[in-house]
C-alpha cells in the first residue's frame, strides 16, 4: 500500500546540494581542525553568525551585528530557552495565536506556562482582539509568541498593518515580542514582510530564524537575534556549551560565496509542490473544504466540514495509508477542531496527485451528511 506522508513538515529531498555540500565539509574540516577540538561558547562560529547577520541586513535592509546573534541547536532551543528566561515560572501568561506550532504548545506546557490564544484571520494575529484582551487580563503577561510569516500551522502571513499595530500594542503595555520567523525565506511569490524589529528597532523585540527550513532540519541550526538586556537574559540559560560547530563551519563554507542561491532553487520546487497540492484540492475538495493558500512556507491549513467524525477520519485515513497533522496539535486550548494540516515540502509530486484523492475519498465516507457546508472562509468559526 503507497503511504501518503503529508504530517511531518521538512524539506525536499530532491533539492539538497549532496555535492556542494561533501566540498564544503572538505573544505571546513581542512581550514576548522584546531577550533572543532574547542567548545564554541555560547555564540557559536562566528563565521556563520558573520553570514546569518548578513542575510538578515540583507533581507530587512537594516543593519545587524553579528554579535547580537547566538547560534541555536535549532530553533526551537531559542523558543524554549526565550520561555525559560522572560517567565518566572508556572502559571505565568505568554499571549500566542490560538492555532501555533505544536513544539512550542509543548515546551511552554512544559515550563507550565498559560498560554492565551489570539484568534488568526488572512491577515494574522487579530491584534484588536488581543488589545481587547489584554485591557481585561487581571495579570500582565510576560511576552508575545508570534508566527509572523507562513504561520505555521495555517501558513498566512501577517500584513504589515497588523505587524506595526502589534509593535504598538506590545509598547502600550511593555510587552516583549518574541518573533519566531523559522520559515521567512521560504518565499514563493508577492512582498516580503519586514520583520517586526525591522519595522521599529525596539530592544524587546527578539527575533528567532531557522536553517532547518530553507536548508535541512537535520544540521539542527537556528539563531537568535535580540539586543541587551534580552540576548544575555535568554544565552545565560543554554547549559549545552554552543551549537553544533562541525555543523556550522560546513555550512559557513557553504554559504561563504553564495548566500541566496540554494534558497532561490529550492523555493522555486517548493512552490511548485505548493500549485500541485492547491490544484489537486481545487480537483477533488473544492465543493467539501476551503484551505488557505500560503506564499510561502511549508504548510496548507484544511477547514473539514463539521459534520465529519474526526477520530474515525484520522483512522480511516491511516487505513488507506494517507497521514495528516490534526488540528488539535496545534491549537492551545488542546482541544478536537474541524482543521488539519498539510506539509507539503518533502511530498513527491506523484504521492501529491494520487493522495488528495484518497483523503478526499476518506472525508465524503466520514461525513453524516452530503450537505455541501456554508463557510464565509477560512476562519469565519466564531471559535477562532
Known amino acids: 500500500m503507497p503511504i501518503f506522508d503529508f504530517a511531518v513538515g521538512q524539506t525536499n529531498p530532491e533539492t539538497f546540494p549532496?555535492?556542494?555540500?561533501?566540498?564544503?565539509?572538505?573544505?571546513?574540516?581542512?581550514?576548522?581542525?584546531e577550533a572543532l577540538n574547542r567548545y564554541p561558547g555560547g555564540k557559536g562560529h562566528a563565521g556563520l553568525r558573520r553570514l546569518m547577520?548578513?542575510?538578515?541586513?540583507?533581507?530587512?535592509?537594516?543593519?545587524?551585528n553579528p554579535e547580537n546573534i547566538a547560534l541555536?541547536?535549532?530553533?526551537?532551543?531559542?523558543?524554549?530557552l526565550a520561555g525559560q528566561a522572560l517567565t518566572n515560572g508556572p502559571g505565568d501568561i505568554v499571549i500566542t495565536e490560538k492555532y501555533t506550532y505544536s513544539g512550542t504548545i509543548a515546551a511552554y506546557r512544559s515550563l507550565g506556562l498559560a498560554m492565551h490564544g489570539m484568534p488568526v484571520d488572512e491577515e494574522g494575529m487579530?491584534?484588536?482582539?488581543?488589545?481587547?484582551?489584554?485591557?481585561?487580563?487581571?495579570?500582565?503577561?510576560?511576552?508575545?509568541?508570534?508566527?509572523?510569516?507562513?504561520?505555521?500551522p495555517t501558513g498566512v502571513t501577517m500584513?504589515?498593518?497588523?505587524?506595526?499595530?502589534?509593535?504598538?500594542?506590545?509598547?502600550?503595555?511593555?510587552?516583549?515580542?518574541?518573533?519566531?520567523?523559522?520559515?521567512g525565506d521560504v518565499h514563493f511569490e508577492g512582498e516580503v514582510?519586514?520583520?517586526?524589529?525591522?519595522l521599529d528597532p525596539d530592544p524587546r523585540h527578539i527575533y528567532i530564524g531557522s536553517l532547518s527550513k530553507i536548508f535541512a532540519p537535520g544540521m539542527r541550526l537556528g539563531y537568535l537575534l535580540a539586543e541587551s538586556p534580552f540576548f544575555?537574559?535568554?544565552?545565560?540559560?543554554?547549559?549545552?556549551?554552543?551549537?553544533?560547530?562541525?555543523?556550522?563551519?560546513?555550512?559557513a563554507e557553504f554559504y561563504k560565496n553564495d548566500l541566496w542561491g540554494h534558497c532561490v532553487a529550492a523555493n522555486q520546487v517548493l512552490k511548485q509542490k505548493r500549485d500541485r497540492l492547491l490544484t489537486a484540492l481545487e480537483q477533488s475538495l473544492k465543493?467539501?473544504?476551503?484551505?488557505?493558500?500560503?506564499?510561502?512556507?511549508?504548510?496548507?491549513?484544511?477547514?473539514?466540514?463539521?459534520?465529519?467524525?474526526?477520530v474515525t477520519l484520522k483512522a480511516t485515513a491511516a487505513e488507506r495509508g494517507f497521514y495528516y497533522a490534526d488540528g488539535q496539535d496545534f491549537n492551545v486550548e488542546g482541544l478536537p477542531v474541524h482543521y488539519l494540516r498539510l506539509a507539503f515540502g518533502h511530498v513527491p509530486d506523484e504521492q501529491i496527485d494520487l493522495g488528495i484523492p484518497v483523503l478526499a475519498e476518506c472525508i465524503a465516507q466520514c461525513r453524516r451528511s452530503n450537505a455541501q457546508p456554508e463557510y464565509a472562509s477560512l476562519f469565519d468559526d466564531p471559535g477562532l
Open 287 to 310: 465543493d467539501v473544504c476551503v484551505w488557505s493558500e500560503p506564499t510561502g512556507g511549508l504548510f496548507l491549513w484544511l477547514r473539514l466540514p463539521p459534520d465529519i467524525d474526526l
Open 53 to 64: 547577520a548578513e542575510r538578515e541586513s540583507e533581507r530587512e535592509s537594516v543593519d545587524v
Open 18 to 33: 549532496t555535492a556542494a555540500l561533501q566540498q564544503a565539509a572538505v573544505a571546513a574540516i581542512a581550514a576548522e581542525a
Open 126 to 152: 487579530k491584534v484588536d482582539f488581543l488589545a481587547t484582551h489584554l485591557a481585561a487580563l487581571p495579570q500582565k503577561p510576560k511576552f508575545i509568541y508570534t508566527l509572523t510569516s507562513y504561520q505555521n
Open 232 to 251: 544575555e537574559q535568554i544565552v545565560s540559560r543554554r547549559h549545552d556549551a554552543g551549537s553544533n560547530y562541525f555543523a556550522a563551519a560546513v555550512l
Open 193 to 198: 514582510e519586514p520583520a517586526l524589529y525591522a
Open 72 to 80: 541555536m541547536n535549532g530553533s526551537m532551543q531559542a523558543v524554549t
Open 159 to 183: 500584513s504589515r498593518a497588523r505587524r506595526l499595530a502589534l509593535i504598538e500594542v506590545a509598547r502600550e503595555y511593555d510587552l516583549p515580542v518574541v518573533e519566531d520567523n523559522c520559515y
